[in-house]
């Protein structure tokens, strides 16, 4: 059953800060090495620390989450392992720094009948205490499996174009994520979601072992769009965005295929559009309708 007059329903501010050795964790977590000091070390050569700012999916949104009753947010009377990460956006209003210092407030958006289940649609929008203006907004879509079928709205069409054109990828990225990379992720990334980390749990849900963490796989699509498209400056990139369309393991090689040209063209704000998806060894797409913005 789920809780549809939990519409609308916030949160109370929450403050989160964060330090430079927590953006270098989580550098590490999407793949970074020794050969991107600048943002798995704090201590760079004097220089101010770059962090990947997905960071703030782990080091803001899922603090956040930890403080709720459930992950998602009191919206129904489900089990732990029939909540499934369906959909992540985000939009940066300013370069995410290595020590931050941000308020949150969380919204139930909306909750929508996929028929097979439902789709709880989480609201987040971060401010810079420092500064008093907006740092990012989320979007967090959570698949409920089973509790679909309750008569409610399907959800708006996405307005947004997100499949990629019809040709070559104009640019491609691989990482080989770790034989531990749930259990480096459940930390780098503060998720606790036992269906990541264990074998019963990840198997009451249909897999066949613990699966890879949604957030943590668009850190690496992330990471690849910043290095291949945006120079290795992570300020360019404006927002990101995709759909969880299949599991991934421990161990699997994470290909990010990516398309910018214009014929995707530039969004409201002038930046331009990237498309992309992610794979993996066995060619399954793991992340798909992905949409982000670099700035020119």
């Known amino acids: 059953m789920m809780y549809l007059d939990r519409v609308g329903a ?20 999407v793949g970074a090495g020794t050969a991107d000091e600048a943002f798995t070390l704090d201590t ?5 620390q770059l962090v990947y700012p997905t960071f703030v999916l782990s080091g803001v949104l899922a603090a956040e989450s930890m403080s709720w009753p459930d992950p998602g947010f009191q919206t129904g009377d489900y089990d732990p392992h029939e909540l499934v990460l369906g959909e992540q956006g985000i939009t940066f209003h300013a370069p995410i720094p290595a020590r931050g210092d941000v308020n949150v407030i969380t919204k139930v958006a909306a909750i929508y009948d996929k028929g097979s289940g439902a789709l709880v649609v989480l609201e987040s929008r971060a401010r810079n205490n420092t500064t ?5 907004t989320a979007s967090t879509g959570i ?38 990379q749930t259990l480096l992720y459940r930390y780098a990334g503060n998720d606790r979601n036992p269906i990541h980390v264990d074998r019963d749990t990840a198997w009451k849900a249909g897999y066949r072992e613990p699966i890879l963490m949604g957030q943590n796989t668009i850190g ?14 992570p300020t360019r990139l404006r ?17 990010t295929e990516m ?38």
């Open 10 to 29: 916030e949160s109370r501010p929450e403050r989160h800060t964060w330090e430079p050795d927590a953006c270098a964790l989580y550098a590490i977590a």
């Open 44 to 48: 760079f050569h004097g220089k101010d």
């Open 132 to 136: 008093g203006q907006p740092m990012f």
């Open 143 to 180: 698949f409920v499996t089973g509790h679909g079928s309750f008569g409610g709205e399907r959800g708006p069409a996405n307005a947004a174009r997100t499949n990629p054109p019809d040709r070559r990828a104009d640019a491609s990225n691989w990482s080989e994520t770790s034989r531990v």
């Open 220 to 233: 690496f699509a992330c990471r690849a769009i910043i290095n291949e498209l945006g120079d290795g400056n």
């Open 239 to 255: 927002s990101i965005s995709g759909r969880f369309a299949a599991a991934g393991y421990n161990g699997d090689i994470l290909v």
């Open 259 to 296: 398309w910018r040209g214009g014929d995707l063209g530039r969004d409201e704000r002038g930046d331009d559009v990237v498309l992309f998806r992610v794979l993996n060894q066995r060619r399954e797409v793991l992340v798909d309708r992905g949409r982000a913005t670099i700035a020119s």
